[in-house]
Structures are given as C-alpha cells and as structure tokens.
C-alpha cells in the first residue's frame, strides 16, 4: 500500500485565520480523498480531490471553506478558512488507486484545534 | 436515520473470548463492503473487505446478509492487541468511491 504523509501531524489555530494541510504520497494515485472526523464521531468526506480540475465537494461542504488542490498524482492540500471552533476536527486525507479504486488507504491525520 | 449504523460499544470482553459486532445499511443499492480499524489517535486501516460469500482472516470473519442489509464481523480468541474501534464501511451503488462510514463499535480487551 502507499505510504501517506499529512503536514502539519496537529495546529492550534485563532478563529478567523486559515490553515493549509498537504498530504504527500510515496507513488501516483488515482484517486485522492479528504475527510473529516469531528470529536467522537466517525470520518465524512468532504470532497474528492481531482488532479488538474477543480475538487468534487460533498453535500454541506463548498469550495470557499474548504479550497482543494491537487496539482499533480502525489500531492494534495487541503486549507480550512475562516477558521471557527467548530472546525475543530481531525482532517484525513485518503487515497485510491485505479486497480483497486473501492480499497482506500488513510493519511496519519492532522488534529486541529481552533481557539 | 442513518445510513451505516453500529452499536458504539464498547465491548469489554476478556482475553480469549469471541466476540461479534453487527452493521446495519439503509441503501439496498450498495456495492461494497469492509471493516476498518482504528486505533486511538490514529488513522484507520483496512481490516477486511466483505464478500457475499464470507471470508475469513485468521481468527476474523466477516459476514454480508444483503436481504437483511446487515454486515458482521467475528473475532475469535480475542487478544489485547484487537482492542480498537471497528468501523463499518459501506460504498453505495451511483456513490463513486464514496466511503460510507458507520460511527464505530468500540472494543477493549481485557485480561
């Protein structure tokens, strides 16, 4: 499987301000994936990123918040903006390969707290 | 209602017991199936996809009642290590390679 990196690992963050999380991937992917899981809840994607076009959001979510890039097969960022306490989360980042596209593997996560 | 329910748990068995945890799905229309583990603090990892069939991995078997819409997962002779939250994952027909996740059925194994 590939191996996946998230920076930063955890932030601590002033409403308000925003925050960019890169994930890095050790081989091309296919398909790469953000996710959020909110204290004591399980994972919700958020949106698909797509490689040279613009990411696929996920009902309740919207490109102005959560601005995705993807400008290549190894790497993604995902960035919260305008950040408040609710989007006080663990951000995951995901990834898929086209020879096994239903079998997702997961970054280490990256703990954000919004003060 | 939702659309992958779990029992949260947590299950507290004894080292060497079997014990089983069972999903529920909404969507008749699903095409796949798997349980994810995670660790406290980590992210979660595949532990079995679900075949119609049933499938087995040592001492984990996981089984896929379409008619029911439930899905389970049996781990026998339990050990400390297993203790983690299952998650229950369903991908729904039309939903791309959209992970649905249950919120989890917590274990801890104790001796």
């Known amino acids: 499987s590939a191996v996946i990196s998230q920076k930063p690992s955890r932030d601590i963050c002033q409403r308000g301000t925003s925050l960019t999380i890169q994930c890095q991937v050790d081989s091309q992917v296919t398909m790469m994936f953000w996710y959020r899981q909110q204290p004591g809840q399980s994972l919700t994607l958020i949106a698909t990123?797509?490689?040279?076009?613009?990411?696929?959001?996920e009902s309740g979510f919207v490109i102005d918040k959560f601005p995705i890039s993807r400008p290549n097969l190894t790497f993604s960022t995902l960035t919260v903006s305008n950040m408040s306490p609710e989007d006080s989360s663990i951000y995951l980042c995901?990834?898929?390969?086209?020879?096994?596209?239903?079998?997702?593997?997961f970054g280490p996560g990256t703990r954000l707290t919004v003060l | 209602r939702k659309e992958v329910e779990q029992d949260p748990g947590p299950f507290n068995v004894p080292e060497g017991a079997t014990v089983a945890f069972n999903c529920t799905y909404s969507n008749s229309a699903s095409q796949s199936f798997f349980w994810y583990r995670q660790d406290c603090r980590k992210e979660p990892k595949l532990l079995m996809s679900v075949y119609s069939s049933g499938n087995e991995d040592g001492r984990f078997t996981a089984q896929l009642n379409r008619a029911s819409q439930y899905i389970s997962l049996l781990i026998r002779d339990s050990k400390l290590s297993d203790s983690a939250t299952y998650l229950c994952?369903?991908?729904?027909?039309?939903?791309?390679?959209?992970?649905?996740f249950g919120t989890g059925t917590q274990l801890k194994v104790e001796l």
């Open positions: 994952v369903v991908i729904f027909t039309g939903g791309g390679n959209k992970l649905t």
């Open positions: 995901s990834v898929a390969d086209i020879t096994s596209t239903d079998t997702q593997y």
């Open positions: 990123a797509n490689q040279g076009s613009e990411a696929t959001y």
